[in-house]
């Protein structure tokens, strides 16, 4: 178990530009000290890629690789068995891609990368937009979130489709390793991240990043939000491992998503219909959820 | 002429498979390829050698030909030799990476099989495909037949792997005619393949010891001078062409010419400019055409970039008329190739004439009847003739 | 040395000195974050407990676990009050930028 005082004191990610408060600084800092400094990072177009290497300040202290957008599962493929090829085994190829980089323009290349098994760890920080460009929705956008190409006016109530499912996705890819995480649950992290070290072939942790500057709360919020995301059951932390899917919080009582939406300026206009409409989304994937992982463990 | 060679062997293959056994000499650490016609012969002959223990390297199976880039580029970067190959709708899927790869400076090769894009549909050949990736920073070299093509591989990665070139090298057969045609080649040994080509030590590729952050964001106030380092690099390349094209003669006995090969052009007063298989072609019109007096000549354009600007003007002064025939067209108007030969003629002190020949379009043929028919208009043109400055050769009906 | 420093960048003078390439050395800072600030965050050593959540919170990881006390490098916390607000023990306090310290 991960404990924070054992934990390095270098910091292999540092000073860069993303907004106060942003979760993938978080992400990026304690995913490196899990794995170290032989690790490459592959940064496709995100907010990540662009607060950290302005010439000449690079922030991470690892090598990385700014990437081309749809690009970050093949070049993490390209890594690998390039490092493969030359005999080098010690070192981890780590792609660091946002929410638009994964599950619409990447998805491609994500696909293609886990089928072909290649050795990498992949995370997917998730802000739930395209932050980087001005917060315009993506596909793990959520039902209702006022984005400035799915506005609420008064002919729409924003984004209309759910989030894709990456996890599910990537279970269904049967991927060695696949997780969901949250930057508000920074032990769980971790310890998936840790994890993966001792995992060959692709890994894939799709982890929620608070956004407040998109989403609409104060910077100190992140983690609040961030909980409340699991504690409503708009999120999940779960893992996949060996054919089987591990819940890692279960809220004992799921709490209504009002209490989890009214708290960001994104979802402020939703009326008391919209907000139905989403817990009755949320409900619904519950029940999958309940069918599929956790009926089984009570019987 | 020095033939240094051991013991190499002749075999009967065709263009692909040349392309093939000269990615196999090279020894790259990574093959990331995506099949598509008329490419996929060699996708297939290095998955055999893979596959029978032939090839120590790490062949993956890629999703797109935009991804096959990627991982290429993946590989160059953790400092593996990489290989790639595609054609048309490929080459222009993998556009955008193309930039990238030759302004990040990976010495990646890349085999094209020149073919038309879509729309409309049409499988076989013609250089509207590479032409059209004229910008992305990519050295280009056209071959005329299946020893140019396997030579040229091997070329390929001395001039990209060149310290003082670092640019990534795209080497076009043209599709089906090339690709498809059996022709007796010379296949090197793999030690005098060694001997020139010495494994990749990458100056550009991760290093724990010295960890760089690499394709990094170039504010306004630098980009420029990055680009500047391009085209520099891209100037060296020209001088390295030569290099290693005297190397390669001295080491396997076939020397090429470098940038330009000339074909009969002393005391031409009019010649042919062309790219790729339709050269062979052309040297024998060319050599019946002087057998009965006719003074014409044939300039092999073998590196469209870095465009060879300094032959051309030296030519302007030799020839009254350059016919360019151009397998391609950018719409709105004229051939390539053409644009690129006139705008290198036209600060000289005298200015020869020149006719654009659209040829070839989507692998119709170019016959020896054509090029006969492009000098007797290039000669119609120097006598005062009438002759419109760009030609569709071979169309059905003009408006 | 744990965290990067800031350094004097020397760019390149001429065509020779610049880089193979868009690359760049990694962990080269070249100006601090500080002026972001409009609050800093001050801890109460004394109720301080070392749990280190803010140190493992911290979005710009500022927070140095190094020695008895935790410091914070001031020329890069953003003041974002992500530490202040989860402290278990409350012992970080948010004071704006400007006005006298809590000590």
Avoid at chain 1, 4 to 22: F, Q, R, S, V
Avoid at chain 1, 96 to 111: E, K, M, P, R
Avoid at chain 1, 215 to 241: H, N
Avoid at chain 2, 311 to 316: D, P
């Amino acid at each position: 178990m991960i404990k924070a005082k054992n934990l390095t004191d270098i910091e292999y990610l540092y000073g860069h530009k993303a907004c106060p408060g942003c979760g993938l600084g978080t992400i990026g800092r304690l995913a490196l000290k899990i794995l170290g400094a032989r690790t490459i990072v592959a940064l496709p177009a995100s907010c990540m890629s662009t607060v950290t290497t302005q010439y000449p300040q690079m922030n991470y202290t690892v090598p990385s690789l700014t990437m081309a957008f749809a690009g970050t599962g093949a070049v993490l493929t390209g890594m690998s068995v390039g490092l493969k090829a030359l005999g080098i085994t010690d070192v981890n190829v780590l792609g660091l891609a946002g929410d638009g980089g994964t599950a619409d323009i990447g998805l491609q290349a994500l696909s293609g990368a886990v089928e072909r098994g290649d050795d990498f760890i992949y995370i997917c920080y998730d802000n739930e937009a395209y932050m980087n460009t001005g917060v315009q929705r993506s596909s793990l956008t959520p039902i209702g979130a006022n984005t400035t190409n799915s506005p609420s006016g008064t002919a729409s109530y924003g984004e209309k489709k759910p989030k894709k499912n990456l996890f599910e996705i990537m279970i269904a890819h049967r991927i060695p390793y696949a997780a969901t995480a949250s930057s508000a649950y920074p032990y769980d992290f971790m310890n998936k991240v840790e994890k993966t070290k001792g995992i060959k072939g692709p890994k894939f942790i799709h982890i929620m990043c608070p956004c407040p500057t998109g989403w609409g709360f104060a910077s100190d919020l992140t983690v609040e939000i961030g909980k409340l995301a699991v504690e409503t059951g708009m999120w999940y932390l779960a893992e996949y491992e060996n054919g089987k899917v591990k819940m890692n919080v279960i809220p004992k009582t799921i709490r209504p998503v009002e209490e989890y939406l009214m708290k960001q300026r994104r979802f402020r206009h939703l009326t008391a219909e919209n907000i139905k409409l989403i817990q009755e989304h949320t409900d619904s994937e519950w029940r999958l959820i309940r069918e599929r992982w956790l009926l089984p463990l009570t019987r | 002429m020095v033939n240094k060679s051991r013991s190499s062997r002749l075999d009967f293959i065709n263009g692909d498979e040349a392309v093939a056994y000269g990615a196999k000499l090279c020894r790259p650490q990574v093959i990331a390829v995506y099949p598509i016609t008329p490419q996929t012969i060699v996708v297939e002959r290095l998955a055999e050698f893979v596959a029978n223990g032939l090839m120590n390297c790490e062949y993956v199976y890629v999703e797109s030909e935009h991804s096959a880039m990627c991982a290429a580029m993946g590989a160059s970067l953790v400092g593996a030799r990489a290989f790639t190959a595609t054609s048309s709708q490929g080459l222009a899927y993998m556009h955008e990476m193309l930039h990238y790869v030759s302004g990040s400076r990976f010495p990646i090769v890349m085999m094209n099989a020149n073919r038309t894009l879509a729309a409309p549909w049409n499988i076989f050949g013609d250089q509207r495909d590479s032409l059209a990736q004229r910008d992305t920073g990519w050295i280009q070299v056209y071959v005329e037949n299946g020893q140019e093509a396997l030579d040229m591989i091997i070329q390929a990665y001395a001039l990209a792997e060149n310290d003082r070139v670092y640019t990534p090298v795209m080497v076009n057969l043209d599709g089906f005619v090339n690709t498809h045609t059996f022709e007796l080649v010379e296949i090197p040994d793999q030690h005098d393949v060694d001997e020139f080509l010495p494994p990749f030590r990458s100056k550009n590729a991760i290093d724990f010891t010295n960890p760089r952050s690499f394709c990094i964001t170039a504010a306004t106030e630098w980009n420029t001078e990055f680009r500047y380092q391009q085209q520099e690099a891209m100037n060296n390349a020209k001088k390295v062409i030569g290099e290693v094209d005297k190397k390669f003669g001295d080491q396997f006995g076939r020397y090429y010419g470098g940038l330009v090969e000339e074909y009969r052009c002393a005391g031409a007063e009019v010649v042919l400019v062309g790219m790729g298989s339709v050269v062979g072609t052309s040297r024998i019109v060319v050599d019946r055409l002087r057998d009965l007096g006719v003074e014409v000549g044939l300039v092999k354009l073998r590196f469209y970039r870095p465009f060879p600007v300094e032959y051309f003007k030296s030519l302007s002064t030799r020839v009254k008329a350059i016919g360019v025939i151009d397998r391609d067209l950018s719409f709105g108007y004229e051939g390539a190739v053409a644009s690129d030969v006139k705008s290198a003629l036209c600060s000289t002190e005298v200015v020869p004439k020149v006719i654009n020949f659209i040829a070839g379009i989507a692998g119709r043929d170019i016959t020896k009847e054509n090029i006969e028919e492009m000098y007797n208009r290039l000669f119609n043109l120097i006598k005062g003739g009438d002759e419109k400055e760009l030609q569709f050769i071979g169309l059905r009906w003009e408006s | 040395m744990a965290k990067p420093k800031i350094v004097k960048f020397q760019y390149p003078q001429s065509l020779q000195e610049m880089p193979l390439g868009p690359s760049a050395a990694a962990g080269l800072l070249t100006e601090p974050n500080a002026g972001w600030r409009i609050q800093r965050p001050i801890i109460d050593h004394a109720k301080c407990s070392k749990c280190l959540l803010c140190w493992v919170l911290c979005p710009e990881g500022v927070i140095d676990k190094e020695n008895e006390e935790l410091e914070i490098d001031m020329n890069y916390c953003k003041g974002c009050g992500l530490c202040a607000h989860e402290c278990p023990k409350v012992s970080i306090t948010m004071v704006g930028e400007g006005e006298a310290d809590g000590q």
